[in-house]
């Protein structure tokens, strides 16, 4: 499956975006779905993932209260909300595709890999 996020930009804290996976090539509903971020100098994390069905969801307690995952099976398309930002949100943001019906907080779980779109909170 190809991936394609897109949606970043740059931001003052306290302010929104909302970032887009859109995905194609294969069954897009027969994939969990996460988003994973990478800040300069730091290791690929884990942020937020969504089943199968989109009726299951877990975050990093780091965005918990603030990011919401969804998706739009119809549309192939996996969504990040992201509310109240601060400037540790910076980072290259990657949506991921995951053969399993439960999406995982480890990457390693993770099959397909989006190009990664670019967010920047200025304080």
């Known amino acids: 499956v190809q991936l394609q996020a897109s949606g970043g930009g740059l931001v003052q804290a306290g302010g929104s975006l909302r970032l887009s996976c859109a995905a194609s090539?294969?069954?897009?509903?027969?994939?969990?779905m996460g988003w994973f971020r990478q800040a300069p100098g730091k290791e690929r994390e884990f942020v937020a993932a969504?089943?199968?069905?989109?009726?299951?969801?877990v975050y990093a307690d780091s965005v918990k209260g603030r990011f919401t995952i969804s998706r739009d099976n119809a549309r192939a398309t996996v969504y990040l909300q992201m509310n109240s930002l601060k400037p540790e949100d910076t980072a290259v943001y990657y949506c991921?595709?995951?053969?399993?019906?439960?999406?995982?907080?480890?990457?390693?779980?993770?099959?397909?890999w989006g190009q990664g779109t670019l967010v920047t909170v200025s304080s």
């Open positions: 969504i089943s199968w069905s989109g009726g299951s969801t």
């Open positions: 991921a595709a995951d053969r399993g019906e439960y999406g995982s907080s480890w990457l390693d779980e993770y099959d397909y």
């Open positions: 090539g294969r069954t897009f509903s027969n994939y969990a």
